[in-house]
């Protein structure tokens, strides 16, 4: 049972585009929503996190929406470039439960010039 | 700080092989974890280990697959018999206990003929 849902499965942007990728929950005793980063041949790396008593968090060119009552998040990046590229997933924590993430199916960015 | 430490990178192997993947954890770092990647399931989490301690292998596909933590700086992942499905990348990533971030290592491509 996939616990956080990821859409879509691989996006194509044009180079100073806005790319958006959606993830949605159910377990509301989540309280933690990463997303990572991965390159072709690396390990997934924290990008951007938010916790669920804000709306909003900005790093950059990269911004998490998060809508508590819906039970979703996404992530936005502006302006997109060719260096972005990259496999992107989604992810939520709960601290009262296991101590572990549960990630979502990700998403494969590109981001043409 | 060198990172988590995974090896080897590439291993290619015969089925019904034994292999062992090694991961060596950040320093003071206590919890552990084993993931798996495939373009058909995502990134899955296998198990994991809070202070050498196997919390949850619930994840482990079947008893071909093993874990070990025998101190606070090694881990391995064994799998024996190994089958041509078990053909993945396997990640190894730690962490503080308690602490959102998970550090990844570079991963281990196995191939399984």
């Given at each position: 049972q996939q616990q956080v849902k990821q859409s879509p499965q691989s996006l194509i942007v044009q180079k100073g585009g806005i790319s958006i990728i959606n993830c949605a929950y159910e377990?509301?005793?989540?309280?933690y929503f990463p997303w990572y980063q991965q390159f072709p041949g690396k390990g997934p790396a924290l990008l951007i996190a938010i916790r669920p008593d804000v709306s909003e968090k900005k790093e950059g060119r990269f911004t998490i929406s998060f809508n508590k009552s819906a039970k979703q998040f996404s992530l936005h990046i502006m302006?997109?470039?060719?260096?972005?590229s990259a496999t992107y997933f989604c992810a939520a924590y709960d601290q009262t439960g296991a101590n572990n993430l549960f990630f979502g199916t990700g998403t494969r960015l590109t981001v043409i010039p | 700080d060198a990172g988590v430490i995974q090896s080897p990178r590439h291993e290619v192997t015969e089925m019904g092989q034994e292999v062992t993947l090694r991961c060596k954890p950040i320093s003071g770092h206590n919890s552990l974890f084993w993931y798996r990647q495939t373009m058909m399931r995502g990134l899955e989490l296998l198990i994991y280990f809070n202070n050498n301690v196997?919390?949850?292998?619930?994840?482990?596909?079947?008893?071909r697959f093993s874990a070990k933590m025998p101190n606070a700086s090694f881990s391995t992942l064994k799998i024996q018999?190994?089958?041509?499905?078990?053909?993945a990348v396997y990640f190894c990533a730690s962490t503080l206990r308690g602490q959102y971030e998970q550090y990844f290592g570079p991963g281990t491509r196995l191939t399984v003929t």
């Open positions: 377990n509301t005793a989540f309280d302006d997109s470039q060719p260096g972005d | 196997p919390i949850d292998d619930s994840g482990m596909p079947e008893d018999p190994s089958e041509p499905r078990d053909s």
